[in-house]
């Protein structure tokens, strides 16, 4: 999607809205003992109250509203009857649909008291997403998102998920641009402005790579590894892009 008004913006702007309430009160929930599903509900109650679609269930129907990941599952984790325990590390993930804009953020932090290893990466993540942001700008090549993300993941001793990552948004859960924001110099697409897109880097300390599960969804890292996300909707514009999801 390209935002070509002002009412597009808003438009963005209100998913967004509807996104980070959702997300801030699941995690604000997320304590030892309770399930995954019992997160979910708690997103999807804040999501219809706003009036908004969960993205996954509209686009693919996915059996949850929001994606839970804990530990070494990485992305599209269903919500259940999985009990959270301390220390956990959890990736919740929201994405939704209102008046036909779609917003898409995640975050990865610990379930209870903080453990550094844990905490380490979930940050490195967050600093890796910070990095990338001030290199986008209209006119620029789409590499300064790998390129800055790479630096980051490199300098703190981490791999990045190779086949995940950032991608397109805005009138669907996912549009073009696709792409991983792996340093790549031969990359010869373009940031443009009003371009709307996610970033969405995953660090890990294992071998670079997910693998789907049996349940047909989730995607994980070899069990003990640690695999931590973080990721915003932005705009491009000339200047610092606008961050939907703030």
């Known amino acids: ?20 309430t959702a997300f801030d009160a699941m995690k604000k929930a997320a ?4 399930t995954t599903a019992d997160l979910d509900t708690i997103g999807a109650r804040l999501l219809a109250q706003a009036g908004a679609r969960s993205a996954p269930q509209l686009y693919y129907d996915f059996p949850g509203a929001t994606c839970i990941s804990v530990n070494e599952e990485a992305a599209h984790g269903i ?28 975050e990865s932090f610990i379930v209870g008291a903080s453990r550094p ?16 942001l001030k290199m986008v700008r209209a006119g620029r090549s ?4 790998g390129r800055a993300v790479q630096k980051v993941a490199d300098h ?12 397109g948004v805005g ?14 110099p031969r990359e010869s697409r373009k940031l443009k402005k009003g371009m709307v897109l996610t970033i969405e880097p995953f660090l ?7 693998n789907e599960q049996a349940d047909g969804w989730t995607l994980s890292v070899a069990p003990g590894q640690l695999v931590a996300q973080f990721e915003h909707t932005l705009v491009v514009t000339d200047r610092e892009p606008v961050i939907i999801t703030r």
């Open 1 to 20: 999607m390209t935002v070509d008004c002002d009412e597009d913006l808003k438009g963005l702007l209100a998913a967004g809205r509807a996104v980070r």
């Open 156 to 167: 703190a001793g981490y791999k990045i998920v190779e086949n995940l990552g950032s991608h």
């Open 117 to 132: 290893l844990e905490q380490r990466i979930c940050d490195t993540v967050q600093a890796a997403v910070r990095a990338a």
């Open 204 to 210: 890990t300390t294992g071998r670079p790579w997910v």
């Open 31 to 34: 304590r030892s003992g309770m």
């Open 79 to 106: 919500p259940g009857e999985r009990v959270l325990n301390e220390g956990d590390m959890i990736n919740i993930d929201v994405s939704a649909e209102l008046a036909g804009y779609v917003a898409d953020m995640g």
């Open 171 to 184: 009138r669907s859960i996912h549009e073009e641009p696709s792409y991983v924001p792996i340093d790549n």
């Open 142 to 145: 789409l590499n300064v998102i």
